[in-house]
């Protein structure tokens, strides 16, 4: 059994939501991607953001990373703006793009320590080796160099990053996307365990049956609009074979093909501004 994860000492109360876009519209060039977004993300919930390549879930992390800014609207992240006050929304979040990257020659925990030096927040060998475990990771692996890491292994560190920065927000993109059936299981039992422990966490995904697996809530994105959501009911959960209907039939057509290089520049801006800012890359390294 794993230890178990600590509290952030930044978590609201359930009715704030953590992460709040209020009607953000973000246009790149002449064209409008995101059109009057409306997105709340609570304490302890697990909000899963689905919808065709191009349909604005790359731009959607980018507003609350601060990363772009909307034209009209508001972005908050525990009631701060990550446009005008960067510094302080981005300490907030801790972020997991699809493929974490790591200082190949550095070990697990050294990764773990250098990248909390450079966000201020140095912490014992003995605390970081508390999160490394808390996330997953075996002991054995702790002073080993990454280089041989698998991806979900690499994941692993990244999360006992966020753990040791006690972020209130956890922005996910594409979690899943390569991981094993094993790897998959692990890594949505520890978001749940994450939920439990007041976390918000916004997760960008195709994966619908993962999504449904571990999401309170299911919103579909296309043509830059929040079209559904849906949430978790009963022991099922979620009616996959209506959602997969749906899922299909969103985000088609002209509309996610105007958009899909701008959420594409939108991810490249995200990764180059992460790699240079310790803050943002929290838990993206």
Same mark, same amino acid.
């Given at each position: 059994?794993?230890?178990?994860?600590?509290?952030?000492?930044?978590?609201?109360?359930?009715?704030?939501?953590?992460?709040?876009?209020?009607?953000?519209?973000?246009?790149?060039?002449?064209?409008?991607?995101?059109?009057?977004?409306?997105?709340?993300?609570?304490?302890?919930?697990?909000?899963?953001?689905?919808? @065709?390549?191009?349909?604005?879930?790359?731009?959607?992390?980018?507003?609350?990373?601060?990363?772009?800014?909307?034209?009209?609207?508001?972005?908050?992240?525990?009631?701060?703006?990550?446009?005008? #006050?960067?510094?302080?929304?981005?300490?907030?979040?801790?972020?997991?793009?699809?493929?974490? #990257?790591?200082?190949?020659?550095?070990?697990?925990?050294?990764?773990?320590?250098?990248?909390?030096?450079?966000?201020?927040?140095?912490?014992?060998?003995?605390?970081?080796?508390?999160?490394?475990?808390?996330?997953?990771?075996?002991?054995?692996?702790?002073?080993?160099?990454?280089?041989?890491?698998?991806?979900?292994?690499?994941?692993?560190?990244?999360?006992?990053? @966020?753990?040791?920065?006690?972020?209130?927000?956890?922005?996910?993109?594409?979690?899943?996307?390569?991981? /094993?059936?094993? #790897?998959?299981?692990?890594?949505?039992?520890?978001?749940?365990?994450?939920?439990?422990?007041?976390?918000?966490?916004?997760?960008?995904?195709?994966?619908?049956?993962?999504?449904?697996?571990?999401? /309170?809530?299911?919103?579909?994105?296309?043509?830059?609009?929040?079209?559904?959501?849906?949430?978790?009911?009963?022991?099922?959960?979620?009616?996959?074979?209506?959602?997969?209907?749906?899922?299909?039939?969103?985000?088609?057509?002209?509309?996610?093909?105007?958009?899909?290089?701008?959420?594409?520049?939108?991810?490249?801006?995200?990764?180059?501004?992460?790699?240079?800012?310790?803050?943002?890359?929290?838990? @993206?390294?």
């Amino acid at each position: 059994m794993h230890p178990s994860l600590p509290v952030s000492s930044n978590l609201t109360s359930a009715s704030t939501p953590v992460l709040q876009a209020l009607g953000a519209v973000v246009d790149y060039g002449e064209r409008t991607i995101l059109q009057g977004l409306d997105l709340a993300v609570h304490a302890g919930e697990i909000y899963a953001l689905l919808g @065709a390549n191009g349909a604005g879930k790359t731009t959607t992390l980018s507003l609350f990373l601060g990363f772009v800014r909307p034209r009209s609207g508001q972005v908050r992240v525990q009631g701060v703006d990550p446009v005008t #006050a960067a510094a302080q929304a981005r300490g907030l979040i801790a972020y997991i793009p699809e493929n974490v #990257a790591l200082y190949e020659h550095l070990s697990a925990r050294e990764n773990v320590a250098y990248l909390l030096d450079l966000a201020g927040q140095p912490a014992s060998r003995d605390a970081i080796g508390q999160a490394l475990s808390a996330a997953g990771l075996d002991a054995a692996a702790h002073d080993r160099r990454v280089s041989g890491f698998s991806k979900g292994m690499r994941q692993k560190v990244a999360i006992a990053l @966020a753990l040791a920065r006690k972020v209130p927000a956890l922005l996910l993109d594409e979690p899943t996307s390569g991981l /094993d059936p094993q #790897a998959t299981a692990e890594f949505s039992r520890l978001i749940t365990q994450l939920r439990g422990q007041g976390v918000a966490i916004l997760m960008v995904t195709h994966d619908l049956l993962g999504a449904a697996d571990v999401a /309170d809530r299911m919103g579909f994105i296309a043509g830059g609009r929040l079209v559904e959501e849906v949430a978790a009911r009963g022991e099922e959960r979620f009616d996959v074979r209506a959602l997969h209907r749906h899922y299909a039939g969103t985000g088609s057509g002209a509309s996610a093909s105007a958009s899909a290089s701008a959420d594409a520049n939108a991810n490249a801006n995200a990764n180059a501004d992460a790699d240079a800012d310790a803050g943002v890359q929290g838990a @993206a390294a």
